[in-house]
């Protein structure tokens, strides 16, 4: 019963975004493309439907959603605090990949969207789907990664419908995602600001506009558990993951000693190890094109999901640009554990 409507250039789409736009006005649930991944989204002045992406995700509630307009001047709409940093950012990345920290206003924002925190994280989506979908609705939209909880973020339709369906009424598909991982995060409420998520708009693009910033340095990007067993698990693979270091020899040396013990193994890699001897191998991207393993990342780990290895092995990137986005997201998927013999 979850409907999945294909929204491209060469289609009329208006009767699918109107349908998207009745069902949020409803106070249900769609799931729609970014260009970082694929959000749930709920109309987020409205608490009951912000409760329905809690329930479809099958995760807790205590932890601040993203909230996305499809305009900049919306902003002034549930923020103030909007600091001359915060202004050169938007001008720059907007629309794109970068979420702002900024003072809420109070009682704009359902409080479900942003529960014990006096903030709110902005972004505005660079996807023509995104884009069109808010701005036919006119309302913003609070929006996590459209996954079941535990499972990697959905850079394709059917990872959604895979994790998704008979939960959610709707999926606008719109194709392959382009960034792959989800937006850098930066609170602008501290001096300096600070990361708190690195993602598609790097460090580096950041400082260059607005001088040096912090970088909070977590393998978890979830706030403290308030009760107990309210922490949230972030994806883990079935079969426990390692990060490994990039030398081939490191790597035929840790595959030769696991398939002694018996194992099979998945690697996730650059495009130049080709490495024959992993049972599984699963080539992100060159190793000079950080973009492109953020692009492939999600899917890649999927992927080791659905093989029978009984260990993952994942190549370490250098941490520059978009490289520190793919070694966070590692690193949580390892659980910070590196391949030792
Ligand atoms: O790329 C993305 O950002 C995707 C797509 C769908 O847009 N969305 C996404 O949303 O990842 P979400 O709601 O899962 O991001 C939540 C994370 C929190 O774990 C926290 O790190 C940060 O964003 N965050 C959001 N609001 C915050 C706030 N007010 N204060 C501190 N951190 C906040
Ligand atoms: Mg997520």
Known sequence: ETIVATVDKNMDNEKKYKQAVDILKSGEVVAFPTETVYGLGAIATDEKAVQKIFAAKGRPSDNPLIVHIG???EVSNYATGITPEAEKLMAAYWPGPLTLVLPKIPGVIAENV???VDTVGLRMPDHPVA???????????????????????PTEASHVYEDLKGLIPLILDGGKTGVGVESTVVDMTTTPPAILRPGGVTK??????????Q??????????PR?????YTHYAPEAPLYLIGSES????????SLHNE?????LIGPDELDNPEADWFFAIGSKEDHEAMAANLYRALRQCDLTDADVILAVETDLTGVGAAVMNRLTKAADGKRYKD
Do not use: C, F, W, Y
């Open 204 to 213: 580096e693009m950041i400082e260059s506009l607005i001088g040096p910033v």
């Open 262 to 266: 018996g194992k099979k193994v998945a």
């Open 227 to 231: 009760a107990p067993g309210m922490k």
């Open 71 to 73: 305009h900049q001047e």
């Open 114 to 116: 942003t529960p014990g």
């Open 249 to 256: 020899d490191t790597i035929g040396a840790a595959i030769a």
């Open 131 to 153: 884009l069109e979908l808010l701005r036919t609705l006119r309302k913003p939209l609070a929006a996590p990664s459209a996954n079941r909880s535990g499972k990697p973020s």
């Open 215 to 224: 970088v909070e340095n977590k393998v978890s990007d979830e706030k403290a």
